[in-house]
């Protein structure tokens, strides 16, 4: 993968990560959802290939 412009990241243990989304539900649903967002969008470009 490469960037198209300059990207800043950062690096979460997964107890942080976890406690984090614990404690912010709102977050762990954005999450959730972008997740199924992204999967149903893999099954459909995959159906739409030719076999």
Known sequence: MTALEQVEAVAVDQDHFTGYLQQTPSA????LSLTVDRLR???????ELPR
């Open 28 to 31: 762990a649903l954005q999450l």
């Open 41 to 47: 969008s893999g099954d459909h470009r995959r159906l």
